[in-house]
């Protein structure tokens, strides 16, 4: 049981990655790295705010996901 939620934790934290990868559009290797682009923000449409709502999604299942596997080995 502690090795699926080992494995689940993997693929959701990969997923998670790439989800806040993903939402940093428009900048370069330097908004990776925390620099500021300069860019002004704006409300989020179409698939910005499903991705959004997608990386929030994934971070709770993270949260949850650790919390039973510390349930779950001891």
């Given at each position: 049981?502690?090795?699926?939620?080992?494995?689940?934790l993997?693929?959701?934290?990969?997923?998670?990655?790439?989800?806040?990868?993903?939402?940093?559009k428009?900048?370069?290797?330097?908004?990776?790295?925390?620099?500021?682009?300069g860019?002004v923000?704006?409300?989020?449409?179409?698939?910005?705010?499903?991705?959004?709502?997608?990386?929030?999604?994934?971070?709770?299942v993270?949260?949850?996901?650790?919390?039973?596997?510390?349930?779950?080995?001891?």
């Open positions: 049981m502690v090795i699926f939620f080992q494995i689940a993997i693929i959701t934290s990969l997923a998670l990655i790439v989800s806040i990868v993903l939402q940093s428009g900048v370069g290797l330097g908004g990776l790295t925390g620099q500021d682009a860019s923000l704006s409300a989020r449409r179409g698939i910005e705010k499903i991705l959004f709502w997608i990386t929030v999604v994934l971070a709770i993270f949260v949850v996901l650790v919390l039973a596997t510390i349930a779950v080995s001891r």
